[in-house]
């Protein structure tokens, strides 16, 4: 192609893909054939040259460091708060796992702690007339023991309900032998008719 | 204190923050651009994959950008603040004959980036990453989501607008 100012628009338009080496080699003989005789375009190139090697020449920038501190720092609080998430999904799977045999042993512990409490303070406040009046038996009234029965009675239907409530078995055999053991060390025997007694 | 993340969030930052300080041309709004970003490579870690770790950065980088754009209320208050505090301290810093050197070359380089935040996008987004950033192409083309060879006629097309935007300036 000669050198002609027609061709100008041609070469102009392919100036950036010339610098990039990405003209065939037909388009770009022909370019460099109009560029050795045309000045104007020359000089275009020569710009293009200069603005992209200036650009390429601009630098990368630091980002402060206080950024990254600020974020990291963040993150680690992020990471301590995942933890303790976890943790708690442990606990909530370890509790439901063992609910069936944590619960009804909390729910013994208590009938015995409050059935037991309740007969020995009863026992305690005995005048010192009736213990007179009954030697040979134990110093609690027949009246009292009643009382006792019939709170350990309301205990056992707290455990029933729990148990329709939660749908958890808790075994009868073990509560009925924990109840027994911990109640005979405070009262007599005999005073005890258990309801779930088989 | 999280050493991987805070590796990865060193290594990354500086193309973060390179990324927007020439898209935006403020150092105050690229600190908050690179915060966000990292920010959510922090939450999105564990999903991104490791071969496009890079692209993800980028193209998150990149709608950070946008949507700070999007906020600005003026656009012309921006005349770059950190860099008149580098060409102060640059020039003071060389001594006779080079502070001339040192001024017209911190000139030029303040021309550059003004004419850069004139082009539009996505023109301005491949000019950083390809000719700034040094990416490939294939990496550009994955982080803007764009086709290989629409990338290349982009940048040609942004730069020629650079160019132009440049006349008797560089």
Known sequence: ?????????????????????ELGDVERATLERHIDGCESCRRELRHAETVLSQLRTLPAHRCPERIIEDIASRAATVTTESVRARLARLVGRFDRRFA????????????????????????????????????SSSAVTTEELETARQDVLLAFSYVKKYNQRTGEIVRQEHLFNRVTRSLRKSVAESMFPFPLQK | MNRPFRKLAEEQSERIFTFAYYSLRSREEAEDVTQEVLVKLWQQMEAIEPGKL???????????????????????????DGVEIEVV????????????????????????????????????????????????????????????????????????KLREALRGRV
């Open chain 1, 1 to 21: 192609m000669p050198p002609s100012s027609e061709n100008c628009p041609w070469v102009q338009q392919r100036i950036e893909p010339y610098i990039d080496n």
């Open chain 1, 100 to 135: 069936a045999v944590l619960r009804p042993a909390l729910a013994v512990l208590l009938i015995v702690v409050v059935a037991a409490s309740a007969v020995i303070l009863r026992h305690d406040r005995l005048p010192d007339s009736r213990t007179a009046e009954h030697p």
């Open chain 2, 54 to 80: 890079s692209t993800w950065v980028m193209r998150v980088t990149r709608n950070a950008v946008i949507d700070a754009a999007r906020r600005r209320k003026t656009k012309s208050a921006v005349f770059a």
């Open chain 2, 89 to 160: 301290e640059a020039i003071t810093a060389a001594n006779g004959p080079n502070a001339e050197e040192v001024l017209q070359s911190m000139e030029i380089r303040g021309e550059l980036e003004e004419a850069l935040e004139q082009i539009e996008e996505p023109y301005r987004s491949i000019i950083v990453m390809r000719e700034i950033q040094g990416m490939t192409y294939a990496e550009v083309a994955a982080s803007l989501e764009m086709p290989l060879n629409t990338v290349k006629v982009y940048l040609h097309r942004g730069r020629k």
